[in-house]
Each structure stands twice: as C-alpha cells, then as structure tokens.
C-alpha cells in the first residue's frame, strides 16, 4: 500500500461524508422551511428547536470534514525519514498515518489508522526516527519503518 493511495482513500472517504453531509443539510432545510406554517403549540415549536440542533450538529461536521480536506490537501507528503505530519510509521502495534483524525481506514486487506498530529500517540512517535522504541500508556511502540 502507497502513500498515494492511503491519501486516495482518505480523500474519496472524506468528499463522501462531506455530500453526504451537505444532502442531509439540504433535506433538513427543506423539510423545516416546508413546515414552519404558523400553527399553535408547543409540539411544533419543540420539532423546529429540533431540527435547528440537528441542523447545527451536521453543520459542524460539514465544517470539521472540510477542514481535514483542506489540511490533508495543503500537507507535505513526501517521503519522511522521521515521525511528523504526513509520516506513515510502521510499528510492532500497527499502521499509522499522521495527517488527520480519521479514525482506521481499511485499503484491500490491510488497515491504516488516520491519526491527527496532535494526538497523543503522534505527540509521542514525532521526531522518532526507524528503530526507536517510544513508550505510551504501557504499550511499546517500536518503529519499523517510516515513510
């Protein structure tokens, strides 16, 4: 698996969410414009304070995903010979790549965990080179390699 294609992934996962998002956005807005009809009560007025949350909870998701895009675009992806954003590392414990909090993406058969610079664990592996051995909540992770 390349780095090219990790990157691939995260971004064709990433516009998927981010249209699936903006649809929701759409339908939400559509259907509360379609019944905000002055009507009596407070059941209507509970349903609209409902899907205003909703609107705002989708809106910060949107806003969240555009921004791991953004970032994931204007980031260094060449080849790394230390742990920093746009490493992929290689540990005894797994497969990661410093870039954005995605969470684990799967690619063929392998999986790849997404893993914000700010993280703890990248926190701990930045500026580690192949062969160090860095130490997080009692787990050893030594690097393999780092690309």
Known sequence: MTKNQIVDKVVLELSEK????????????????????????????VGLEMSMGELDR???QLD?????????ELMDLSDKNIVEP??????NQGLFFV???FGLLKIEKDSIFCLSPQS?????????VE?????????????????
């Not at 998002?21 to 009507?39: A, R």
């Not at 746009?86 to 540990?91: A, L, Q």
């Open 18 to 45: 981010i249209y699936t998002l903006k649809s929701d956005i759409q339908s939400l807005v559509s259907d509360s414009s379609e019944n905000s009809k002055p009507t009596s009560g407070d059941k209507h007025e």
């Open 86 to 91: 746009g490493s992929i590392v290689k540990t």
């Open 64 to 72: 969240t995903y555009k921004r791991q895009l953004s970032e994931l």
């Open 58 to 60: 989708l809106s910060s």
């Open 131 to 147: 062969g160090d051995v860095v130490k997080l909540n009692d787990l050893e992770y030594s690097i393999l390699y780092i690309r």
């Open 120 to 128: 703890p664990l990248a926190t701990a592996l930045y500026g580690s």
């Open 99 to 101: 870039s954005v909090a």
